[in-house]
């Protein structure tokens, strides 16, 4: 009698706990869920000036429109982007009608594109305010000298074209230029994966629930075919 007892008692502990992480899920799932429409509505709200002094949490992918000069100086950053392969980021310096610099995160280059001359231009832009988070202990150091980066420094950046410390990351401009593909921000590189975690542990209860049942039966019909 003792050993069924055992293997239920473990069995509704363990099914408890699985299905516990897989609530638990749900609900970060929602959650993120939130943050992602919050920050969609951040993104494609109605544009207005560029903050005096913009905060990276409160006004991070701010909706903003500005007139100015957009600058020959410009940081290359090394980038690959779906269906274009490997290339560069182009950080240009952006002078505003108000004498503001900035930085304008124009889009994208293909990787030979590393010498072209960007001309400088007048150009009304709409953008999302940025502070990227791209280096960790694996990044390379960034080569000044030949103007290749391997990750958005933002105060690196800003101390190079003497601006302004957060980026401009274009989404429109009155500009067109075929040189440069605009690359705007999104929420589709920020991970959602509470869905697949939630089945996964659900799945496990599952599993656990039909293995503890399976081997309840299999002891029971053991002791039932045992002779007297």
């Known amino acids: ?11 509704v502990i363990g099914a408890a706990a699985l299905l516990f992480l897989g609530s638990w899920q749900v609900e970060r799932l929602h959650w ?46 090394l980038a690959s982007a779906r ?24 889009g994208f280059v293909g990787i030979t594109a590393h010498d072209d001359v960007r001309p400088a231009h007048d150009a009304t832009i709409i953008a999302n305010l940025h502070w990227p988070e791209e280096r960790d202990s694996f990044t390379p150091e960034n080569d000044l ?15 190079v074209l003497k601006a302004e410390p957060f980026l401009l ?15 705007p921000v999104d929420t589709s590189g920020i991970p959602n994966n509470h869905l697949e975690y939630a089945v996964t542990w659900f799945s496990f209860a599952a599993i656990w629930v039909v293995g503890i049942g399976f081997i309840l039966w299999q002891s029971r019909r053991t002791k039932n075919e045992r002779p007297d």
């Open 32 to 77: 993120k869920q939130a943050i992602l429409a919050e920050i969609e509505g951040q993104i494609y709200r109605d544009p207005v000036a560029v903050p005096a002094n913009p905060d990276p949490e409160a006004d991070r992918f701010l909706a903003v429109t500005a007139h100015g000069r957009v600058t020959e100086d410009e940081i290359l950053v």
């Open 1 to 11: 009698m003792r050993r069924p007892i055992v293997l239920l008692v473990i069995g």
């Open 145 to 159: 000298a030949a103007n290749t980066w391997f990750a958005r420094d933002v105060p690196q950046m800003a101390q």
């Open 169 to 183: 990351v274009l989404r429109e401009t009155d500009y067109d230029s075929p040189r440069v593909t605009p690359w």
């Open 83 to 106: 269906g274009q392969g490997a290339g560069y980021r182009v950080i240009s310096a952006f002078e505003t009608d108000g004498g503001r610099r900035l930085m304008l995160d124009r």
